[in-house]
């Protein structure tokens, strides 16, 4: 904690947050973290519940003392049991989403259902940036993030195709938040700036 803060806090940062299976398997892995963070972290800090098969009853008890809940939805089996998560997950407490496609769309249908405060991270496909904005139209308490080598990424990179990272530049609107590493988001979105790609209201 002391190491991740300390980086944190030389990149800009005021507040990290951390998440980890092993913690949401029992309330002693996570009050042991909590206490230790609680100790060691030079700055705000938030533990995260990670929903996973069968666990749904430990994250209920556990939801009043973390930061929020994060859900990765990769394929159909996996969304069926996150589904109720959302279910029993509290209204007020943030939903972190992990998730693209059909899982992305099923996470937000049950988060009209459950009226759940979401946020979606590491957005990077043109098509889920999409159904962001749309959902945000229509009132959907959502929010999300891009990571920053995803958005200032160039032309011949291969880890985002060039029409995602095109579509990343065309709805600034709809993006709350950068991440990344924390050495390189304040330098790469200070050179975008100087570049005329965005302004410092943004």
């Not at 590491?122 to 889920?128: I, L, S, Y």
Request: include cysteine.
């Amino acid at each position: 904690w002391r190491q991740l803060s300390s980086k944190a806090l030389a990149g800009g940062f005021t507040f990290i947050g951390a998440s980890d299976p092993e913690l949401s398997k029992s309330s002693q892995g996570f009050n042991e973290t909590k206490s230790v963070a609680m100790k060691d972290a030079f700055c705000d800090f938030g533990v995260y519940l990670e929903a996973a098969e069968e666990n749904a009853s430990v994250l209920k008890q556990l939801a009043p003392f973390a930061a929020g809940v994060v859900i990765r939805a990769r394929d159909q089996v996996e969304i069926d049991d996150m589904m109720k998560h959302l279910e029993s997950w509290p209204e007020t407490s943030p939903v972190l989403v992990h998730a693209s496609g059909q899982g992305l769309a099923a996470i937000l249908f049950g988060a009209v259902v459950q009226s759940c405060e979401v946020h979606v991270c590491k957005v990077r496909r043109r098509q889920d940036l999409g159904m962001i904005a749309a959902a945000k139209k229509r009132g959907l308490s959502i929010s999300c993030d891009v990571d920053v080598t995803d958005l200032c990424a160039t032309p011949s990179s291969s880890h985002i195709r060039s029409d995602d990272r095109m579509a990343l530049w065309e709805n600034l609107d709809t993006i709350d938040a950068v991440n990344g590493p924390h050495e390189l988001v304040l330098p790469l979105l200070m050179q975008a700036e100087r570049e005329g790609r965005l302004d410092l209201e943004w």
